[in-house]
């Protein structure tokens, strides 16, 4: 896997203060991404164990309230695989800090990956330019949802997430 950046104290990417690795690859190629300069897999730098404590040292810090995976798109098949184990890992070492993935592909498809019931939120869909609308809360086009997990996989149905201080549209 390779990757663009790794965001400190990141504050637009996901509910309160996070670390967000934004991982190179993205097959979606959606009209004016707002990142399109990380749909090249081979772009970035390789993701290492440098990359993996930068990563870490964040989740040490107390006001840090999770991490958000980005992109790209992590669920490329060049990164899924890296990204499940992160996830996973993460959620044993930092089992207090939220877990946040964007993806271009719908929950629908991607829902029986063994990672995503350790995820909090997961934000799906490819961003159309059709259907962006400014006033969404951390996704850019009406179709893109903003999904809570935990209470998707309760109640068996797709759950919007709202944090209590901000209405999520849709």
Known sequence: ?????????DMLNGYGIRVVLWVAGCGHHCPECQNPI???????????????????????????DGITFSGGDPLHPLNI???????????????NKTKWLY???????????DFIPLLDVLCDGRFEIDKFD?????????NQR???????????EVVIFNDGSVECKR
């Open 146 to 156: 903003v999904i809570d997990i935990k209470k998707t996989l309760e109640k068996g």
């Open 38 to 64: 990380t749909h090249d897999p081979n772009g970035g730098i390789p993701f290492d164990e440098a990359a993996k404590d930068e990563l870490f040292k964040e989740l040490d810090k107390d006001y840090v």
């Open 81 to 95: 695989g890296e990204i499940g184990q992160l996830v996973k890992e993460i959620s044993v070492l930092y089992p």
């Open 103 to 113: 993806t271009g592909y719908t929950y629908e498809s991607i829902k029986d990956l």
């Open 134 to 142: 400014p006033q969404l809360h951390w996704v850019g086009s009406s």
């Open 1 to 9: 896997m390779r990757y663009h950046n790794i965001t400190k104290d």
